[in-house]
């Protein structure tokens, strides 16, 4: 079968004092809050890399990117993003497309939504078209809805030409 797919979840606390990067974007939160994390906590680009792991079976981005290493603190997940797709690469695969949603209250991501699209897929060598990025609120339920951090669900498929 020359066909994998994968999905990926993260998750990151929203808190003061950190910048709020989603999608390689740098957006303003109106209460100045970002996500936290040991990288740059983009949570979008988090989900995508673990699909495109899931996808072959090859675990998670905290294998590759252990928050516990001083060399991943503050890391632009993009850079991240690109050695993953390096991998996948490596071993034959060719992404087909990705997916994503991302569950934040504020700020409005549509403005956005372009951007983020266009700079994952140049970091993956793919067309915008080739990656999706949706976003939704959690209707104030729940930890996003209470703005306690964003979350963001992602599934890609590799073919094997
Ligand atoms: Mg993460």
């Known amino acids: 079968m020359n066909l994998r797919i994968g999905n990926g ?56 990117f252990p928050p516990t290493d001083p060399k991943w603190k503050g890391a632009d997940s993009l850079m991240l993003l690109e050695q993953v797709v390096a991998l996948v690469n490596d071993r034959g695969w060719q992404v087909v497309n990705v997916d994503s949603v991302v569950i934040a209250e504020r700020p409005k991501l549509k403005p956005h939504i372009e951007a983020m699209r266009g700079a994952i897929a140049q970091r993956m060598g793919l067309d915008p078209d080739q990656v ?19 979350s963001c669900h992602a599934v890609a498929l590799l073919t094997r030409p």
């Open 132 to 150: 999706g990025v949706k976003a939704t609120t959690n209707e104030r339920l729940g930890p996003e809805g209470r703005e306690e951090g964003m």
């Open 9 to 64: 979840y993260d998750t990151h606390r929203l808190v003061e004092g950190r910048p709020l990067i989603l999608g390689g974007q740098r957006l303003e939160h109106p209460d100045g809050l970002g996500l936290d994390g040991h990288s740059d906590a983009d949570v979008l680009v988090h989900a995508v890399m673990d699909a495109l792991l899931g996808a072959l079976s090859l675990g998670d981005i905290g294998k590759y």
